[in-house]
């Protein structure tokens, strides 16, 4: 018998039942649940509403309730349509009258907005930690690799060479942002929607600012239609995963094409790869192809979830229901392709040599050229053109810039001298990205203090 069958005169169809639960997921959150009841109980006593004596057994049975769920000997019923009802329903049949009187004054769907909101900011706080652990793997990556060079691309065209720090440090602000956007979402999800009830509040006179500290919430939701049904910090928190998948998916596409033979700029390490059933030769980057894949499936929990939310009318919905199972997964995956990540980019080669001569292909020093002959007074516009035909000479001898002769070059412009050699030095190219945020060492010296900062600030956040 359902907790709400007194008014149902026939039993319920199985199917139906079923089809109606949200156990499974709810059993994710049965430690906020519990945590809400207790909170509950404490305030309704301390208001008056309920004994002394009644909450002490109450705090008493749900404990116990919550030792046997901590220890998996809790037998789920499946009559119990949620983790609300089967907690309530042990607890009944275990202290008896006393824990009838917990739901005075509260409603399932102030209940379910409760749990979910402490249920989110656990998960967000687990997806910062993770964030922090992968940022320290991308600034130790900057830092054991600094000095080595590797082309730089726009269309994945060689450009202009790079520091391999400058592109892991790209990468470090991508998540770093991140972090803040996680930290938004826990931030719109820390404030309490409990003593709202079903919809409109409640006759009793329920301390919602007691309940809300209690269970460490910062805010107390000020409208009670508006605290049942909103899922905007779910929202919010896909989002933020969905943000992070897809940086981690550009991140995963480099390592894929880093890792081929054709780039052959890096291995990953054998615990990050795996093999073939028929091809005896293959190491396959099957985490970051993983990761890059359920970069979707994340990006699909979000629109799954404005979708359900789109033309919800007030207060409380069943279509609510199905906002816990996307969230869920958004986290877990991306927490699980963080710590993926984590060990991809501490555990891989770096094949220095292969970089460097990637980096002295297709014409890299050209923009350092028309730079040298600007700074010898040649218009950029001009110098521009003047590289590119000697360009055009290249691909006809089929040779690089550096390889044509100081005669070549003059008859192209008359400011070229000996020392335009200093133009075609990759390391010195490099070098002379002095501006901040360039790719200079000395710049780069100075984001990775920077990025240490940031860190360090992030960290601070979260241990305050
Ligand atoms: N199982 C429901 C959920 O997960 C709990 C709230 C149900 N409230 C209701 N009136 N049906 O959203």
Redesign the pocket.
Known sequence: MAL?SGRFEGGVDEFTQAF????D??KNMYAQDIAGSRAHARMLAAQGVISDEDARVIDEGLCAVKERMDAGTFVFDVND?????AVEAALTADIGTAGARLHTGR???D??ATD?RLHAKALLEELMEGNIALCHALLSAAQEHFGVVMPGYTHLQHAQPVLFSHHMLAYFWMFGRDFERLAAAHKAADASPLGSA?LAGTTYPLDRFMTASDLGFSQVIPNSLDAVSDRDYLLDLEYACSVSMMHLSRLCEEIILWSSSEFGFITLSDAFSTGSSIMPQKKNPDFAELTRGKTGRVVGDLVALLVTMKSLPLA?N?D??E??EGAIDAAKTLMDCMTCMEGMIGGMQLHESAMRAAANEGFMAATDVADYLAKKGMPFREAHAVVGQLVLLCERKGCGLEDLSLSDLQSASSLFGEDVAGAFDIDAIVRARTTYGGTGHEAVRVQIDEAAGALAAHEAQMHH
């Open positions: 709400w109606g639960a949200s156990l997921v709810d349509e949620d983790i609300h009802m409603s399932r769907n209940q379910v979910l079903a409380y069943k609510l229901q906002c816990k």
